[in-house]
Nanobody
Framework: QVQLVESGGGLVQPGGSLRLSCAAS????????MGWYRQAPGKEREYVAG???????NYADSVKGRFTISRDNAKNTVYLQMNSLIPEDTAVYYC?????WGQGTLVTVSS
């Protein structure tokens, strides 16, 4: 069955960096578009970034220039490098493939 397991979240100070990972299994990763979403407390889940099978990328305006999505098909893993983090980036971050979601990893940006 499809499994998406996120990791790499934690507490970071404003201006800091984190790299999230999403390990995928149960489907052919290299031919799957992948995405990252987030849900902040009291808000709806929102799109963050996406990457196609050809490694074309797309970003929400709120993270453009600060976040980078990438993939390693040999490891069946998609990454989200987050730099220059701000408190507004605090959220649970989810990995998505089609209708499948991971369990999420919490990112807290606070001093």
């Amino acid at each position: 069955q499809v499994q998406l397991v996120e990791s790499g979240g934690g507490l970071v100070q404003p201006g800091g960096s984190l790299r999230l990972s999403c390990a995928a299994s149960g489907f052919i990763f290299r031919i799957s578009d992948m995405g990252w979403y987030r849900q902040a407390p009291g808000k709806e889940r929102e799109y963050v970034a996406g990457i196609t099978t050809g490694s074309n990328t797309n970003y929400a305006d709120s993270v453009k220039g600060r976040f980078t999505i990438s993939r390693d098909n040999a490891k069946n893993t998609v990454y989200l490098q987050m730099n220059s983090l701000i408190p507004e980036d605090t959220a649970v971050y989810y990995c998505r493939r089609s209708t499948y979601w991971g369990q999420g990893t919490l990112v807290t940006v606070s001093s």
